[in-house]
């Protein structure tokens, strides 16, 4: 796995001015991106952050401004908020692919924490293989970015998928439905479709994020090979070639609109990412395209 930082200051900067965006009215429910800038009854001060252009500028702190000399913004609670829960597949299929998916899909959540961060909501991460893993909050503005990185750096891929097994423990939970993001390479021996289905029909907006590499969708090699699970061990003899590998990415393709078509008809939504994509292309490509990020 690579030594390099989850995130760095730079990239950070750029997603300033996004924020997590959900279809679904969860019944009077509100998120922080709906919340105020200006103060108003009842409304709780929480955090600042940059003023940008077309913010409003009754929000800004004059009092920093004449210390510091930059425009700060203030940003005031309202509640009730919208429950964001982020489902990161930890499995030992994700550590595959020459630029690896678990890297990824580290730094991929990192960015959308950082995001929810900024405007205040609260995202709780849980890890899944074929069970849940114990899970962290984010929350609390950006200065607690630094926990969530290090709970992100802390994870290592291991077990095996099983989507009915962790959406069964997800749901005896009895958790209040909201956004629920996935981010995973959705590589399930069994059907990973309907437990997701069951989870949208229970009242979650499903945001799922399907990561690949490369090899995954058009694999490289030629001539007579002796694959290995990643997840299981076992062992498979092929003789792989031009036809081979042309029908194999037609069955990946297959496959991943199947997974998105799913997800349209309960109300989700559907990103898929290679991992050859920049992190920060995919959030203001793909991500931002249906609608995740605004």
Wanted: charged letters at 25%; a negative charge; proline letters at 6%.
């Amino acid at each position: 796995m690579s030594s390099q930082p989850i995130i760095d200051r730079d990239f950070l900067e750029k997603l300033e001015r996004l924020s997590l965006h959900w279809q679904q009215p969860f019944g009077g429910l509100v998120g922080g991106h709906q919340r105020s800038r200006s103060p108003g009854p009842g409304q709780e001060f929480l955090d600042h952050r940059h003023f940008h252009h077309g913010d409003d500028p009754r929000a800004v702190n004059w009092r920093a401004y004449l210390r510091l000399e930059k425009l700060i913004l203030k940003m005031f609670q309202v509640e009730p908020r919208v429950p964001v829960r982020m489902l990161l597949d930890v499995s030992r299929s994700m550590a595959t692919g020459a630029s690896s998916k678990f890297d990824y899909a580290r730094r991929l959540a990192a960015a959308l924490c950082y995001i929810g961060l900024i405007r205040l909501d609260a995202i709780t991460v849980q890890p899944f293989s074929d069970r849940l893993g114990d899970p962290f909050l984010c929350s609390g503005g950006r200065q607690r970015l630094a926990e969530t990185v290090n709970r992100l750096t802390a994870l290592t891929p291991g077990g095996r998928t099983s989507y009915q097994k962790v959406v069964r423990e997800f749901s005896s939970a009895g958790l209040p439905r909201g956004l629920l993001i996935v981010i995973s390479d959705f590589l399930d021996e069994d059907d990973c479709i309907r437990p997701l289905q069951y989870l949208a029909d229970s009242g979650h907006e499903l945001l799922l994020i399907h990561l690949w590499a490369e090899e995954d969708r058009t694999p490289p090699w030629d001539g007579e090979l002796e694959l290995a699970h990643a997840e299981t061990g076992e062992r498979l003899e092929i003789d792989f070639g031009p036809e081979a590998r042309e029908a194999y990415t037609a069955a990946f393709d297959r496959w991943a609109r199947t997974l998105q078509e799913a997800m349209v008809r309960k109300g989700g939504r559907y990103a898929g990412i290679p991992t050859s994509m920049p992190v920060e292309t995919a959030i203001f490509g793909p991500l931002a395209a249906v609608g995740a990020v605004e």
